[in-house]
């Protein structure tokens, strides 16, 4: 990526105080001794594919479960694997559709993704019928899918106003009877002008595209697609649940059956360690001050991950995405009447190393970072 993506990862990295990794995390399989046999062979040569250095990776067997984690996991999480020379990551160019067909775009690699996976700040678990090397694989695929949906988007954020919607697909947000969901969710990115969407809506619409468009178009599996689809529609408001309930836990107390409520295509995973991302996850950040959360539309930032130290600008109000330092510097400056970095650059403040690394933490501990990833869903290998 642009050479001001490196500049300021290092500058983080070289004043940014230490974050402890998570023991005992990674990328993990457990079933049995003789898939995990067969499993450790596929897993080799996939990693081959990529490109991955065994030396930079360790093994670890007990009995039923199969762990692979990085062998010196950055105290800086996931976020600059992808300067690490030891990694050797570069980007990955991939056909997208637009308006007049396909388009080419430059995006994560599924080589950083695997290894954010493998990173100990969190566990990853592929397991029963999952814990299979296809699992592993298109799990890697649909995460980079969700991040190349997301590379350039320029809608409009509604700032206190009613959201807008392409009236042809949506009333207001609710499909139209006898509408494809696959057209309705394609011309979002084709016809981003005709949308004015706040980025709770705007993840899942991202959210949902990529993994549709995964499964339709690019492995071409008409009948998962079509399952998705019906799941959306299960009660009659494709938009609404596709996260879990447990995603918002953290805000007030729940209900028990919202607490249990399964999301329609991503699960949970909970107590991730700061600065821990795999591209692709959706990524809650508080706005922890009180005058400006009253704020409709900043109460905190919906962000899909999208690697290389980046989250997303649905609304490209910085070049299409913003580095983990400007995110937080962003959510920060809102408390001082900056919604727009391209408007109100003149009241920004820029913070300290310090303050970074302590808006980094959980909202718990005086920071912005929720602890909660939703993911995607093991489609076709777990009951979903």
Same mark, same amino acid.
């Given at each position: 990526? !642009?050479l001001?993506?490196?500049i300021v990862?290092l500058f983080?990295?070289?004043q940014a105080?230490l974050?402890a990794a998570?023991a005992?995390?990674?990328l993990?399989?457990?079933c049995g001794?003789?898939?995990?046999t067969q499993?450790k062979?596929?897993?080799?040569?996939?990693?081959q594919?990529?490109?991955?250095?065994?030396?930079?990776?360790?093994?670890h067997?007990s009995g039923?479960?199969?762990?692979?984690?990085l062998?010196?996991?950055s105290?800086?999480?996931?976020?600059?694997?992808?300067w690490?020379?030891?990694?050797?990551?570069?980007?990955?160019r991939?056909?997208?559709?637009?308006? !007049?067909?396909l388009?080419?775009?430059e995006?994560v690699?599924?080589?950083?993704?695997?290894?954010a996976l493998?990173h /100990?700040g969190?566990?990853?678990?592929?397991?029963g019928?999952a814990c299979?090397?296809?699992?592993?694989?298109?799990?890697?695929?649909?995460?980079q899918?969700?991040?190349?949906?997301?590379e350039?988007?320029?809608?409009?954020?509604?700032d206190?106003s009613?959201?807008?919607?392409? /009236?042809?697909?949506w009333?207001?947000?609710?499909?139209k009877?006898?509408?494809?969901?696959d057209?309705a969710m394609?011309?979002?990115f084709i016809?981003?002008d005709?949308?004015?969407i706040?980025?709770?809506?705007a993840?899942?619409?991202?959210i949902?595209?990529?993994i549709?468009?995964y499964?339709r178009?690019?492995?071409?599996d008409?009948a998962?697609?079509?399952a998705i689809?019906?799941?959306?529609?299960?009660?009659?408001d494709?938009l609404?649940?596709?996260e879990?309930?447990?995603?918002?836990s953290?805000?007030k107390?729940?209900?028990?059956?919202?607490?249990k409520?399964?999301?329609?295509?991503?699960? =949970?995973?909970?107590?991730v360690?700061?600065?821990?991302?795999?591209p692709?996850?959706?990524?809650y950040?508080v706005?922890?001050?009180?005058k400006?959360?009253?704020?409709?539309?900043?109460?905190?930032s919906?962000? =899909?991950y999208?690697?290389?130290?980046?989250?997303?600008?649905?609304?490209n109000d910085n070049e299409?995405?913003?580095l983990?330092?400007?995110?937080?510097?962003?959510?920060?400056?809102w408390?001082?009447?900056?919604f727009s970095r391209s408007r109100?650059?003149?009241?920004?403040?820029?913070?300290?190393?310090e303050?970074l690394?302590?808006?980094?933490?959980?909202?718990e501990?005086?920071?912005f970072?929720? !602890?909660n990833?939703? =993911?995607?869903?093991?489609?076709?290998f777990?009951?979903?």
């Amino acid at each position: 990526m !642009k050479l001001k993506i490196f500049i300021v990862s290092l500058f983080v990295l070289t004043q940014a105080p230490l974050v402890a990794a998570q023991a005992n995390g990674g990328l993990i399989f457990e079933c049995g001794a003789e898939r995990l046999t067969q499993l450790k062979s596929q897993l080799k040569t996939y990693q081959q594919e990529l490109g991955v250095d065994p030396s930079v990776y360790e093994v670890h067997e007990s009995g039923a479960r199969l762990r692979l984690s990085l062998k010196a996991p950055s105290i800086y999480g996931t976020l600059y694997l992808r300067w690490d020379p030891k990694y050797n990551i570069t980007e990955e160019r991939i056909s997208l559709p637009d308006a !007049k067909g396909l388009t080419e775009i430059e995006t994560v690699s599924k080589k950083e993704i695997l290894l954010a996976l493998m990173h /100990q700040g969190r566990e990853t678990v592929f397991a029963g019928n999952a814990c299979h090397i296809d699992a592993l694989k298109e799990h890697v695929q649909i995460r980079q899918m969700i991040v190349a949906w997301s590379e350039h988007l320029h809608w409009s954020f509604p700032d206190g106003s009613s959201a807008q919607w392409n /009236q042809q697909y949506w009333d207001r947000g609710n499909l139209k009877p006898g509408v494809s969901l696959d057209k309705a969710m394609r011309d979002f990115f084709i016809q981003q002008d005709k949308c004015s969407i706040g980025c709770y809506t705007a993840t899942k619409i991202v959210i949902i595209q990529g993994i549709l468009d995964y499964f339709r178009r690019v492995k071409k599996d008409d009948a998962m697609a079509d399952a998705i689809i019906k799941r959306l529609k299960s009660d009659d408001d494709v938009l609404v649940g596709i996260e879990p309930g447990a995603m918002w836990s953290f805000q007030k107390p729940i209900s028990p059956e919202e607490q249990k409520r399964l999301g329609k295509l991503l699960k =949970i995973q909970t107590r991730v360690a700061p600065m821990n991302f795999v591209p692709g996850d959706w990524v809650y950040f508080v706005n922890n001050d009180p005058k400006s959360s009253d704020v409709d539309g900043y109460e905190g930032s919906n962000s =899909i991950y999208m690697g290389r130290a980046s989250f997303d600008d649905f609304y490209n109000d910085n070049e299409h995405h913003y580095l983990y330092n400007e995110k937080i510097q962003n959510i920060y400056n809102w408390r001082n009447g900056v919604f727009s970095r391209s408007r109100h650059f003149q009241r920004m403040q820029t913070l300290s190393a310090e303050q970074l690394h302590q808006f980094g933490l959980s909202p718990e501990e005086g920071g912005f970072l929720v !602890k909660n990833r939703a =993911i995607p869903y093991f489609f076709g290998f777990e009951a979903f």
